[in-house]
């Protein structure tokens, strides 16, 4: 639901860059939502305000406005996709290795997690939301990550005569 209305509002409406991506993130068995944002139009600091302001608003009108009909929809689509049997020895075995490394073995996890998706109801998503991703969620974890690059700086320094700094190294003992 949230993949579409943020490549929707970041990239095409507020045009804050090229690559405007949301989705659900997995690192260990923590999982979250990710939206990630390329642009060579803002800073990151200023990025992350605007993520924040989709996120909000995103409540506020998509979330508000979604139907009983448009909720089925998405979560038939996420289930039968997560249903869909693996094609080559790659889909077969990753999940298979993420168990392992894990120590989960929860070998039929996709199917389980289907059904369950099946069973997401309007209230329970939004609840999920506001106790997860609201600004003030009571339950919300929030880890940012900035990537910049220094080519510009680099070329501000150029044009005025002097060499860029170099990156200071530091040593651990």
Not at 29 to 56: N, Y
Not at 63 to 73: F, G, N, P, V
Not at 149 to 164: F, K, L, P, V, W
Request: proline share 5%; glycine share 4%.
């Amino acid at each position: 639901v949230a993949s579409k209305d943020a490549f929707h509002v970041l990239r095409t409406e507020r045009q804050l860059g090229y690559v405007v991506a949301a989705g659900v993130r997995a690192v260990g068995m923590a999982k979250g939502l990710s939206v990630h944002v390329q642009s060579s139009v803002m800073p990151p600091a200023k990025l992350e305000w605007h993520i924040e302001d989709w996120l909000a608003q995103f409540r506020n009108t998509v979330l508000a406005k979604l139907s009983e009909q448009d909720l089925a929809a998405y979560t038939e689509a996420i289930a039968a996709n997560l249903e869909e049997p693996p094609r080559t020895l790659l889909q077969e075995a990753s999940p298979i290795w993420f168990e392992v490394l894990e120590g989960t073995y929860r070998w039929n996890h996709d199917l389980q997690l289907a059904k369950a998706v099946r069973a997401v109801s309007l209230p329970q998503l939004r609840a999920f939301h506001d106790a997860h991703f609201a600004a003030d969620a009571p339950l919300r974890r929030k880890v940012v990550s900035y990537a910049a690059s220094h080519a510009a700086d680099a070329d501000a320094d150029a044009d005025a005569g002097s060499e860029a700094p170099a990156p200071a190294v530091a040593a651990a003992s």
